[in-house]
């Protein structure tokens, strides 16, 4: 399995951006799908996730801001992030439960600055 992230890129601060990330490979079932971020120095931190029975979760500095979503083919996630923030600045990962095993995209660099 492999997942494949897109959509990063320089913003301004309040711009929107969407990220993307699909997965392809032999899947029989996806148990959830997240968005983390990361900057130097700091650990990986969850931004959103959808669980398995479809709850979904925010951290609390991203809430109305950021949406969620999976794809009509669920094997793609998106993550529309509106009202950028300089703090939002990081290199942004998907990550899936895929046939119950973890698996990481490579990583979507955002920068927010004027």
């Known amino acids: 399995v492999q997942l494949q992230a897109s959509g990063g890129g320089l913003v301004q601060p309040g711009g929107s951006l969407r990220l993307s990330c699909a997965a392809s490979?032999?899947?029989?079932?996806?148990?959830?799908v997240d968005w983390y971020r990361q900057t130097p120095g700091k650990e990986r931190e969850l931004v959103a996730s959808?669980?398995?029975?479809?709850?979904?979760t925010y951290v609390d500095s991203v809430k109305g801001r950021f949406t969620i979503s999976r794809g009509n083919a669920k094997n793609t996630v998106y993550l529309q992030m509106n009202t950028l923030k300089p703090e939002d600045t990081a290199v942004y990962y998907c990550?899936?439960?895929?046939?119950?095993?973890?698996?990481w995209g490579q990583g979507t660099l955002v920068t927010v600055s004027s």
């Open positions: 990550h899936f439960t895929v046939n119950g095993i973890r698996y």
């Open positions: 959808i669980k398995s029975d479809g709850r979904i």
């Open positions: 490979g032999t899947i029989f079932s996806i148990n959830g």
